[in-house]
Each structure stands twice: as C-alpha cells, then as structure tokens.
C-alpha cells in the first residue's frame, strides 16, 4: 500500500520491459564479433541510444498510447544512466554534472540517427554510426547501418501489443 501511495513501482511495467529488451539486444556480442563495433564502454553506449531510439520511434507510431509509452521508456533509460553513474561511484554532487553531458550526448546522438532512420533523403546513418561505435573504420558503421535499418522494418512489422512482450529483432549479420 505505501509503495501506490508514494507512486512505486511494485512490478516492471512495459517500458521496463521494452528497456531490458533493448539492453540485451544491444549486448549481442556479435555487434563486436561479427560488425565491428569497437568493445568499449563508449560504443556500447551507442549501441544503447541506438536501440531505444529504434524503440521510440516506432512507438510512436502507434497513437497516444504508444507517444506515452515511448516517453516513458525514455525515462527508464535516463534513469537507468544515472542508476549506472551511482554503480559506478559517481558521488552525489556530480551525478547531475555527468547525467547533463550524457543527456547531451544521448540528444545528439538521437539527432543525428532520427533523419537517416526515418528514411530521409541524403543522409548518410553510417557515417553518423561510425563517428560514434568505431571511429577508425567505416565498415562497422556501414553494417550497423544495415542492421540498424532491418530493425526498424522487423520493429515496423509488429503491433504494440507484441512489441511490448517482447521486440522481434533482426540477426546481427554482416
């Protein structure tokens, strides 16, 4: 009863869900094995931003209910962000410094993968993946590119209903 009056979550909701979803999507070890994305913590964070974002966007699509839950999916990730700085032993007077740039970057990022994602005319989304998970070769930025775009049709295919059980993802292949 307290935790329904303080506003707590006894169980995951959906965008719980959708997020550990997108998580472990984002760990395939083939990402690194088999594309090319550099194993660093810097490029499994893009890989993070990247599969929210797919998430979102296609979300989104579905209406009201689906703009809300992608809202509230966004904030599970921020909240999952700060939740790691504190792991990581950020102390509390700096976590809202760090949770600023990170917020920025996760911005940014989303910024520069929305137009090439949607489809847009003249947008280069491999060049934009490629500054961001492997800065010394185009090629993973290229491939992840491809597979970046195969989850947005495999994601455009489901109904809200089925994406929140659980997001039929595309293999992770070259």
Same mark, same amino acid.
């Given at each position: 009863?307290?935790?329904?009056? #303080? ?33 660093? &913590? ?13 998430? &979102? ?22 909240? /999952? ?30 910024? $520069? ?14 060049? $934009? #993946? /490629? ?18 775009? /195969? ?24």
């Amino acid at each position: 009863m307290l935790k329904r009056l #303080l506003g707590l979550k006894s169980r995951p909701d959906a965008a719980d869900r959708l997020y550990a979803h997108a998580v472990a999507q984002a760990r395939d070890p083939r990402f690194y094995a088999v594309l090319g994305v550099a194993d660093r &913590i810097d490029a499994r964070f893009e890989l993070y931003v990247l599969h929210v974002q797919l998430l &979102i966007l296609r979300l989104q699509e579905h209406g009201e209910e689906g703009r809300e839950l992608a809202q509230r999916l966004f904030d599970v990730f921020v909240s /999952a962000l700060d939740n790691d700085l504190r792991e990581l032993g950020v102390g509390d007077l700096s976590v809202a410094k760090k949770m600023r740039k990170l917020s920025e970057q996760v911005y940014g990022r989303m910024s $520069a993968y929305e137009p090439g994602l949607k489809g847009e005319a003249g947008v280069d989304l491999g060049a $934009a #993946l /490629a500054r961001n998970v492997a800065p010394e070769t185009a090629t993973a930025g290229e491939a992840l590119a491809s597979y970046a775009l /195969a989850a947005r049709d495999a994601l455009a295919a489901q109904e809200l209903g089925s994406l929140i059980q659980g997001p039929d993802w595309p293999e992770v292949v070259p």
